[in-house]
């Protein structure tokens, strides 16, 4: 059998982070949710072993790619003697803070668990994806959701106001564990307001959503790469209604509301950043992601 499944990126709308854990990590309180830029994976069943392909040369095609791993996983753990060729149409960013890696491994895990007919729930497959990346639980899920701990305990949330979001990717990639081991947390200046944003999601309040948004991972990335801080103070001048960094960037995401304001942000962004996308907002309005 062969399956097709759909891998978006995701976004963050706060993002906190809490403390240091003894084991390195860090734990975390973010509100993230899906957008409408999506890898797109074919699953086909071999006799044996795992192969991969991308349509972009930017992602590993061996045991560096979280896709790959992902398959090994399953196999490994369920005793699968079947293979898999893994093609990935590469759409969402490397290394850009949207999770790219971890739904291309959430979504092998999903179109496995399907095509190996191994039964698991969400909740298994996400406890299996933790070990591939932090971002993997949610990316199982998809939606709107707080992601606490690592980024593995989920609270599912209804979507927010429906609205545009256009993406700007520096050129440069940025690794998420560098960012966490610049951070300080005794120079964390203003932390997001978790109630306050609850609260806009809740009652389709756009303007408060816009307010809320906030993540303290900006306060690293930012002065390290200056680019960052450009492309959000130039959405915001070209009329964004709120604009910030996602995950630990560098991309940054403009929401907008109006049609016309989108094509005023995208043209303002030309000349400045070659990969500008804009989307709609998906936060839990997506279909099935098995198509
Ligand atoms: O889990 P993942 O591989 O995506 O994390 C990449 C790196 O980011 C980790 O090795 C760790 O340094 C850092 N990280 C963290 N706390 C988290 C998530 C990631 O410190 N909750």
């Known amino acids: 059998m062969d399956i097709s499944v759909k891998a978006p990126a995701k976004i963050n709308l706060t993002l906190d982070v809490l403390h240091k854990r003894p084991d390195g990590y860090h734990d975390l309180e973010m509100v993230m949710t899906t957008v409408d830029l ?23 095609f061996d045991d560096r790619n979280l896709a790959y791993r992902a ?5 490994e753990r369920f005793g699968i003697q079947k ?8 759409h969402v960013p490397v290394a850009a803070g ?22 698991l729930s969400p909740e298994e497959l996400g406890d299996l994806g933790l070990a591939l990346g932090s971002d993997v639980p949610f990316c199982v899920r998809g939606g709107t959701a707080i992601a606490r701990g690592r ?27 560098e960012v966490f081991q610049a951070l300080d947390m005794r120079k964390i200046a203003e932390r997001p307001n978790l109630e306050g944003m609850l609260k806009a999601i809740d009652q389709g ?35 964004a209604d709120g604009v910030l960094m996602s995950g630990s960037g560098p991309t940054v995401f403009g929401l907008v509301k109006k049609e016309s304001v ?30």
Not at 71 to 75: G, W, Y
Not at 83 to 90: D, M, P, S, Y
Not at 166 to 173: D, E, F, I, R, S
């Open 205 to 239: 309040d756009f303007p408060s959503v816009c307010s809320h948004l906030s993540n303290v991972l900006e306060g690293v990335t930012m002065p390290a790469y200056p680019k960052v801080r450009f492309l959000k103070e130039r959405m915001v001048s070209f009329g």
């Open 151 to 177: 980024g593995e305990k989920l609270t599912p949330l209804s979507p927010p106001p429906p609205c545009w979001v256009v993406l700007a990717k520096p050129p440069h990639g940025v690794s998420t564990a």
């Open 83 to 90: 293979g898999v060729h893994i093609l990935i149409h590469k």
């Open 38 to 60: 999506a890898d797109r994976i074919d699953l086909t069943e071999t006799s044996g072993g795992i192969r991969l392909e991308s349509t972009s040369g930017f992602v590993p």
């Open 262 to 291: 989108v094509r005023r942000v995208v043209n303002g962004l030309r000349g400045f950043c070659r990969q500008v996308y804009a989307v709609r907002m998906l936060g839990g309005l997506e279909g099935s992601p098995l198509e």
């Open 71 to 75: 398959a090994a996983l399953i196999k």
């Open 98 to 119: 949207l999770a790219g890696g971890s739904s291309d491994a959430a979504a092998t895990l999903r179109g496995l668990n399907t095509m190996w007919d191994l039964g």
